[in-house]
């Protein structure tokens, strides 16, 4: 007899219906399955065996075939456990309940609990849009699932709760959307608690307002990693459709906080400097999103930029141009959206005091160019602005004067996206570091002194074509924040000086 059940499969962000089909026949008492499933999915039989003898079911005592389809796709995690025992228990007549418009999500332990399982939310979407109309998951991962509207998402703790739902004796109450907490913890820093630095909390601020990436140089102890981590508490709040998007890849990852709806907050990431190529943009045998995607919409912060492996720092330079990493494998590719702001710190040279006004540098001039090199040209010139971090001097690290907060320049903030928003509103840009080359010279219209002065700056500094345009866009956000419509020449003069540090540092003779 052949029972089928529905579950979710999963490949990149994209869900696909499994269709979960049990046989029993006649001969020796053996377990296979097959369609395509990894070493996880196979380890279901023991857990579906030992869950059903500990509920009190029988293990038919039979050649049982358990077959995943579409065949030619692979499957991979515990999630079938459930679908599978549902199935089995059908096939052998021990239940008797209707599961045609049902999806089936969840790992079992032993004692028959129902344990929680990535990748929630984009199944739920799927299944939405599949047709079908219930969805069981566990209840740590219901949450995500209710914000699919027009989906009833019901949340199962152990076997025994919804076997009795199924047979009408105590039935599940589905979650509601509001219902769902969302994660917006809030807890970011303040910019309140930083004494001195204001030239590199207003290059924050306009880094801030047009999603530009950022590169921090100065000595030990300036504050580079203080402005970084403080800098997701002035980014404006993310739309309902970077929260989605966002949450899709966190669940994916398995990151998501439990009993999480959605991620409210904009992703912070600060891998450390010994993270691998791919763990910076995903991989595995079935890609998994790295931490380039897990800071889409939000942050990613490269402490120590120089410490990282040459292939690590080189893997970033398609993906923060494109706003996309693609892992490619024999089986296929995946691309993941990984649409971020990238915050690198680093010293000028190994022990940090190259060019310090009060200390000596003790690295040979050797050594200071070696440490300078291991940060590419190509790599510098996608870092929007470059900020020198000075170290504070001790008037202002004792003074009682308070610093301007957070929420202060969060609304300047707010106020140049908004203009951004009604400027790009009907495109696919989504801010001014996103400007594409065939809107730069439309969208970013300079005043005749604005023109020549950066005539002359790329005359005499030597800019790359694509390091004019990098300037251009954040000339384009000062502006905005300044409520221009026209890139004026003040503009256009801090947005220059925010490229003259590689010029100081990079081509200085040693």
Same mark, same amino acid.
């Given at each position: 007899m052949v029972e089928h059940v529905y579950s979710m499969g999963l490949y990149g962000l994209d869900a696909f219906v499994v269709e979960v089909e049990v046989d029993l026949s006649r001969g020796l008492p053996a377990f296979e399955m097959v369609g395509l499933p990894d070493a996880a999915v196979r380890e279901a039989r023991d857990r579906v065996r030992a869950a059903l003898k500990n509920m009190g079911f029988q293990f038919p005592v039979s050649r049982i075939t358990v077959n995943l389809a579409p065949a030619n796709k692979r499957k991979e995690g515990s999630l079938y456990d459930l679908p599978i025992l549902i199935a089995l228990l059908r096939a052998s007549s021990q239940l008797d309940a209707s599961v045609e418009d049902s999806i089936f999500l969840g790992e079992l332990s032993? %004692?028959?609990?129902?344990?929680?399982?990535r990748g929630t939310l984009p199944m739920a979407i799927a299944a939405k849009e599949a047709g079908f109309r219930r969805l069981f998951a566990p209840a740590q991962n219901a949450a995500e699932g209710a914000v699919v509207q027009g989906l009833e998402v019901y949340p199962v703790r152990n076997l025994e709760s919804l076997l009795a739902h199924l047979t009408g004796r105590v039935p599940l109450s589905p979650i509601l959307p509001g219902d769902t907490p969302s994660q917006n913890d809030g807890l970011f820093p303040d910019f309140a608690e930083v004494r001195g630095q204001e030239e590199a909390k207003r290059a924050l601020e306009i880094a801030a307002?047009?999603?530009h990436n950022v590169l921090l140089i100065g000595p030990p102890?300036?504050?580079k990693s203080m402005l970084a981590k403080r800098l997701p508490s002035i980014l404006p709040d993310m739309t309902f459709e970077e929260s989605i998007e966002t949450t899709k890849i966190h669940s994916i990852a398995g990151t998501l906080p439990t009993c999480t709806a959605l991620i409210r907050a904009r992703?912070?990431? %600060?891998?450390?400097?010994?993270? %691998?190529a791919a763990g910076l943009s995903g991989g595995g045998i079935l890609p998994k999103p790295g931490e380039l995607s897990l800071a889409h919409n939000g942050v990613l912060f490269l402490d120590e930029l120089p410490e990282f492996s040459r292939s690590a720092m080189e893997v970033l330079r398609q993906p923060i141009e494109d706003g996309r990493v693609t892992i490619s494998r024999a089986s296929g590719a995946v691309s993941y959206p990984c649409s971020v702001m990238l915050v690198a710190a680093m010293n000028p040279c190994p022990c940090g005091y190259f060019g310090h006004p009060t200390r000596r540098c003790v690295c040979s001039a050797g050594a200071v160019s070696r440490y300078l090199s291991r940060v590419s040209g190509p790599l510098l010139d996608r870092l929007d602005l470059h900020i020198e971090v000075p170290a504070v001097e001790f008037d202002k690290l004792d003074s009682s004067l308070p610093s301007e907060p957070s929420s202060s320049i969060k609304q300047r903030v707010d106020a140049a996206r908004a203009i951004q928003n009604d400027r790009y509103r009907g495109t696919a840009i989504s801010c001014n570091a996103r400007i594409t080359p065939e809107c730069l010279h439309t969208i970013c219209v300079l005043s005749d002194d604005a023109r020549n002065l950066f005539k002359h700056a790329f005359e005499t500094i030597g800019l790359s074509a694509r390091a004019y345009d990098r300037i251009l866009k954040v000339a384009r956000t000062i502006a905005d924040l300044d409520g221009s419509e026209q890139i004026q020449a003040v503009h256009a003069a801090e947005a220059v000086q925010y490229r003259a540090l590689d010029r100081k540092y990079w081509t200085?003779?040693?």
């Open positions: 032993l %004692s028959g609990a129902v344990r929680p399982i307002a047009g999603m102890g300036s504050g992703p912070f990431r %600060s891998p450390h400097h010994t993270v %691998s200085r003779e040693l």
